[in-house]
């Protein structure tokens, strides 16, 4: 599954780093904690966060995250929006919760594999 | 207006930080008030204490009631907020890493007192400190 | 569905309220960050997810009027906590799945998200 199968399946508005929708998604994480999410997110996760400063960036490019989905309406800052234009990391919009979205995320597949 | 309760606020006791604001519930549960009259108070006292505990020095809380309503002042020696609007705004912080670690600093303290108490006045000044009171009326 | 329902979906552990686990559970929340809980009032029977396993998750969750808290990616409470979650009569489970996993199976067996009152 690819970021932009997410993006359609769920209609989210693409707010920055549109150059990385064909990015794979193996898994989601949700977390604000950005210690948490350094820790713990897997590689080619869709993460789903109420954190809409650039340090997501950050955190998203070092953990090769596949996208960053900001919940509860939350936009983004234009220095986030341009770090992830230049980072080509996807960050989408939703209005609905963290709960909500990884529910429907789960729901539609995207899960880890069982090892 | 009589002063029932009264605490003492540590900069950065994260560990503490709540205590004096879950009295307050405690003590406003004890009156048998409306329970969303004590949840909006609630709220804005365990704000107002958060607050304190991230940005500020150390500081007071009180709560003092009479027949017709609750007041709750809370002051600080902090190092005061900057530009009072913008931190009024939701989503603005100026809270570190530490805060945020803590599950706070995503900059809706201050919205939140105000969107729950019927009165919110809030002064600061750098250097010195800031001081802010919040009214609830019985009977709106 | 009833907590013990949460209980059995997330494989928890139940940290305290063992007498609680008959309570109804209506909807689910999942927030690491403590005030946009305080924003808006959760209807009754409210499920709080979290990873933040810390004093103020008990405080946060007992002022804005949740139902029970759940700690996700293994986290378990200290003493102290516990013993507050005791205190104030909310009962804590805690999972050793992740936030999104334990989000999922909730939602995969019919737990909606939380609905808030303005």
Known sequence: MKVRDIQSAFNLEVAAGGGGLDREVVDGYCGDLLSDVMANAGRGSVWLTMQSHQNIL??????ELAAIVLVNGNRPADDTRARADQEGIPILLSQGSSYQLAGMFFNAGIKKKEG | MRVIREFKIKAKD?????????????????LNLNAELVRRISICAYEAEMNVVIHGGDGTM???????GVVIEVTDNGSGIDDID???????????VEAQQMGFGAGM???NMVRNSDFFKIES????GTYLIMCFKFNK | MKLSEVREILNAEVISGDDCLDIEITGGAASDLMSVLLGKKPTEG????TGLTSIQAINTSVIAGMAAVVFVRGKKPDNAIVSHAKTH???????SYNMFLSCGKLYSNGLKSITWLP
């Open chain 2, 109 to 111: 303290g201050l919205p």
């Open chain 2, 14 to 30: 994260f560990i503490h930080a709540g205590e004096g604001s879950m009295e307050i519930r405690k003590a406003l549960k004890s």
């Open chain 1, 58 to 63: 950050a955190v998203a490019a070092l953990k």
């Open chain 3, 89 to 95: 009569k909310i009962p804590i489970l805690s999972t």
């Open chain 2, 125 to 128: 000044e750098k250097d010195y």
């Open chain 2, 62 to 68: 009180s709560m003092a009631l009479d027949d017709t």
């Open chain 3, 46 to 49: 409210a499920l709080l997810l």
């Open chain 2, 86 to 96: 913008l931190a009024l705004k939701e989503g603005y912080t100026t809270a570190g």
